[in-house]
């Protein structure tokens, strides 16, 4: 706990300190898909990769580390807008690294009993499962306090299962979490969300059992879920899938009229709900509730959200 209090202490004397040159450096003025009005200092997230810093010299963990470089690229994307290949080159090489640091990748490799096309295939699956993770967590960084408010307790859940190396990770997001909270006075910006897709991916992977690798993914069934759903509507849509859009059920939700605290709030549940049954059940209850939760989204898409063909 003493970490924990540390770390929110810390981040928040962070945020203080370098939120004068976010405002005035990173600015993030409002466009036609933006769920904001006025322009807001982005680039917030850059405080997780500092605070990551600090946790992996205390506990000696390379995870984080890892997964550092796309905090900085982040950083530049939220400045300069880098071009796409650029950002998935350095999802892909950073994905290839926490490939290479996963015990239970090893594992699973071990059961292919030396096959190579079966041993490539699902290295190649692996990859690019990873990199589509990193990304859907960037895609439901759209409105006040989701991405933040899920992601401290899916890392929460982590530590209890892998690490307690996490814990100034998720001090760092709960003392950022009110800057962030409707109106938000601050975006953590690619250079928090990617860090964090890429770090709580590479946690998962070094699950000590292929069954807790797949509760942990359950608990965040509502980010993912929400993000894949819709890049299969718009493939069949015949969208162009890599184009920026308003189309995530939560950007449709909040078009309906629902208030970014609602919306949020509804997916922070969601994973608490989740997350609850893991801890106190097991994996195969997990997936009923994140069942569930699919369900409640697509009540919520059919009766309650702009539809996906009307949405701006």
């Known amino acids: 706990m003493l970490i924990l209090f540390f770390s929110i202490s810390f981040t928040t004397a962070l945020i203080f300190l370098i939120y004068p040159l976010l405002k005035r450096y990173f600015l993030d003025y409002p466009v036609n898909r933006s769920s904001h009005s006025i322009p807001t200092p982005k680039g917030g997230g850059i405080v997780f990769a500092l605070i990551g810093i600090i946790s992996a010299f205390f506990f000696k963990n390379k995870l984080i580390m890892i997964c550092l470089p796309l905090a900085i690229v982040g950083l530049f994307d939220d400045k300069y807008n880098l071009q796409r290949r650029i950002r998935f080159l350095a ?27 079966l041993i490539i295939l699902f290295t190649i699956i692996a990859l690019l499962g990873i990199v589509a993770f990193i990304n859907f967590t960037n895609f439901l960084d759209g409105l006040d306090g989701l991405l933040c408010g899920c992601m401290i307790i899916a890392f929460s859940v982590q530590s209890y299962f892998i690490s307690p190396s996490l814990l100034p990770l998720i001090g760092a997001l709960i003392a950022f979490l009110p800057w962030n909270w409707s109106p938000a006075k601050l975006f953590m910006g690619d250079s928090g969300s990617i860090f964090l897709g890429a770090t709580y991916i590479a946690y998962a992977l070094n699950a000590y059992t292929l069954e807790h690798f797949f509760g942990l993914i359950l608990i965040v069934t509502p980010l993912w879920a929400d993000a894949f759903f819709c890049v299969i509507r718009r493939f069949i849509d015949k969208q162009d899938i890599f184009t920026p859009h308003k189309l995530h059920l939560f950007q449709r939700l909040n078009q309906s009229g629902l208030p970014h605290k609602k919306v949020s709030t509804i997916y922070i549940f969601a994973t608490v709900f989740i997350s609850v049954v893991l801890v106190s059940l097991n994996t195969f209850y997990a997936l009923i509730a994140s069942l569930l939760v699919i369900g409640l989204g697509i009540y919520l898409d059919k009766f309650v959200a702009v539809r996906f063909s009307k949405a701006l």
């Open 91 to 117: 999802q892909f090489i950073i994905s290839v690294l926490i490939l290479k640091e996963s015990s239970l990748f090893t594992v699973v490799l071990n059961l292919f009993n030396g096959e190579t096309f």
